[in-house]
């Protein structure tokens, strides 16, 4: 198993000071993946996954985005999703230069593995700086292009209004832990969790339909080999607009990109019980470690 072998803080551009955490395997580094967590939590939850990678031979780093986890800015706000998207871009480059030539994306393969409001960053991202560092691919788990639950017309006037004389007003995170996964060490764990961020803005909230509507339009233009998953039961995120705006991908084959439904499944797919979570993550192992032997 893995450890948190080193954390280090950058400044993004804008001066925001962000936290990012590294796992480094044991011996070769064979490929590097950047996590990119979603929103109300931090990289660090995803020790486990990156410790499965790391007994792959895989480096793995990540952010915890600016308003979350121990990263500065305003909590649980961005003006617009282009910002995490520089943040991204930012990060990437700063660990392409600390790792060192040997271990950079012209010598080993990167790729990034991006959950949720992660997701929404990365395809964000991939709209406006795909050729700006070198990857091998992106892993794209539960999007964020829709929410699941819909907040009605009232309600949505009402945010939209407050948006534009209070962007940074907070709200109430309304995800409840028990709709993340069904593991219940997992839930309790998230529940707990105190680096966990619990309200965003209105100003987010705008940013995020900004970033959703401009990814639901504009994912066709993405060129990078993708692998998309998300889970029929999830009650975060809406699953079939997810697979709506894949089907958009109309050179999907012909670029590498594809993607799996799991019935039933919740939203942190890679959190679901050991029996559920195994087939999920061997199937995304597999979909990297393919992409590694054809760079060989």
Same mark, same amino acid.
């Given at each position: 198993m893995s450890q948190t072998s080193q954390t280090r803080k950058l400044e993004a551009r804008d001066g925001t000071k962000l936290h990012t955490e590294l796992w480094e395997p044991e011996g070769e580094v064979k490929f590097v993946v950047c996590m990119v967590h979603g929103q109300s939590e931090h990289v660090s939850r995803y020790d486990q996954v990156a410790a499965e990678l790391n007994e792959l031979g895989g480096l793995v780093f990540g952010p915890d985005h600016r308003g979350e986890g121990r990263s500065g800015g305003i909590p649980g706000h961005a003006d617009r999703f282009e910002q995490y998207a520089e943040d991204l871009l930012d990060v990437l480059r700063d660990y392409q230069v600390h790792l060192g030539e040997a271990r950079g994306p012209d010598r080993v393969p990167w790729f990034l593995w991006a959950h949720s409001m992660g997701g929404l960053i990365a395809l964000t991202y991939l709209l406006d700086h795909e050729h700006d560092v070198a990857l091998r691919g992106a892993v794209i788990s539960a999007p964020l292009l829709k929410v699941a639950i819909e907040i009605g017309p009232v309600k949505e006037f009402i945010v939209r209004a407050l948006a534009k004389l209070f962007p940074r007003m907070a709200v109430p995170v309304? $995800?409840? %832990?028990? #709709? $993340?996964? *069904? &593991? %219940?060490?997992?839930?309790? *764990?998230? &529940?707990? &969790?105190? *680096? *966990? #961020?619990r309200k965003v803005t209105t100003g987010w909230v705008m940013a995020m339909e900004a970033a959703s509507d401009r990814v639901q339009q504009g994912a066709r233009n993405v060129t990078l080999p993708m692998h998309w998953y998300v889970g029929t039961g999830d009650q975060i995120v809406n699953s079939t607009v997810t697979e709506q705006t894949f089907a958009t991908l109309s050179e999907a084959a012909a670029r590498d990109q594809s993607i799996e439904v799991w019935p039933g499944y919740f939203h942190e797919l890679h959190n679901e019980p050991t029996e559920l979570r195994a087939p999920v993550i061997a199937k995304v192992h597999e979909w990297i470690l393919a992409r590694v032997a054809s760079t060989d």
């Amino acid at each position: 198993m893995s450890q948190t072998s080193q954390t280090r803080k950058l400044e993004a551009r804008d001066g925001t000071k962000l936290h990012t955490e590294l796992w480094e395997p044991e011996g070769e580094v064979k490929f590097v993946v950047c996590m990119v967590h979603g929103q109300s939590e931090h990289v660090s939850r995803y020790d486990q996954v990156a410790a499965e990678l790391n007994e792959l031979g895989g480096l793995v780093f990540g952010p915890d985005h600016r308003g979350e986890g121990r990263s500065g800015g305003i909590p649980g706000h961005a003006d617009r999703f282009e910002q995490y998207a520089e943040d991204l871009l930012d990060v990437l480059r700063d660990y392409q230069v600390h790792l060192g030539e040997a271990r950079g994306p012209d010598r080993v393969p990167w790729f990034l593995w991006a959950h949720s409001m992660g997701g929404l960053i990365a395809l964000t991202y991939l709209l406006d700086h795909e050729h700006d560092v070198a990857l091998r691919g992106a892993v794209i788990s539960a999007p964020l292009l829709k929410v699941a639950i819909e907040i009605g017309p009232v309600k949505e006037f009402i945010v939209r209004a407050l948006a534009k004389l209070f962007p940074r007003m907070a709200v109430p995170v309304a $995800i409840d %832990p028990n #709709t $993340i996964c *069904r &593991d %219940p060490e997992q839930v309790q *764990r998230y &529940d707990l &969790d105190s *680096r *966990r #961020t619990r309200k965003v803005t209105t100003g987010w909230v705008m940013a995020m339909e900004a970033a959703s509507d401009r990814v639901q339009q504009g994912a066709r233009n993405v060129t990078l080999p993708m692998h998309w998953y998300v889970g029929t039961g999830d009650q975060i995120v809406n699953s079939t607009v997810t697979e709506q705006t894949f089907a958009t991908l109309s050179e999907a084959a012909a670029r590498d990109q594809s993607i799996e439904v799991w019935p039933g499944y919740f939203h942190e797919l890679h959190n679901e019980p050991t029996e559920l979570r195994a087939p999920v993550i061997a199937k995304v192992h597999e979909w990297i470690l393919a992409r590694v032997a054809s760079t060989d």
